[in-house]
Nanobody, 122 residues
Framework: QVQLVESGGGLVQAGGSLRLSCAAS????????MGWYRQAPGKQRELVAS???????NYQDSLKGRFLISRDNTERTVYLQMNSLKPEDTAVYFC????????????????WGQGTQVTVSS
């Protein structure tokens, strides 16, 4: 059994900051890429940022400079620091982790968090 628990969402005024966390727990053997996606009402889910096991990062172009993704491999946690937030950043944010379990060893599958709401008021 694997669980991804997200936290850190909420309501913030434009220009403010939030830090999201997503912790993976359970019978985990290995963790590969980790990432954050978001989905606004009426829109498709889109990539926000991702980070490899070696720390290489990738960002949606429009978010570079405002958002920062990081990870703690020991804690199996991925973070998203969001600064200078805008109303258009309002969405449900989901973490996605590519990991293998003790029973699947070497076979990696994608797991999604339950989503956390981020609302930015103008």
């Amino acid at each position: 059994q694997v669980q991804l628990v997200e936290s850190g969402g909420g309501l913030v005024q434009a220009g403010g900051s939030l830090r999201l966390s997503c912790a993976a727990s359970g019978n985990i053997f290995g963790v590969a890429d980790m990432g954050w996606y978001r989905q606004a009402p009426g829109k498709q889910r889109e990539l926000v940022a991702s980070i490899t096991s070696s720390g290489r990062t990738n960002y949606q172009d429009s978010l570079k400079g405002r958002f920062l993704i990081s990870r703690d491999n020991t804690e199996r946690t991925v973070y998203l620091q969001m600064n200078s937030l805008k109303p258009e950043d309002t969405a449900v944010y989901f973490c996605k982790i590519n990991l293998s379990t003790l029973s699947s060893r070497g076979w990696y599958s994608l797991y999604w968090g339950q989503g956390t709401q981020v609302t930015v008021s103008s």
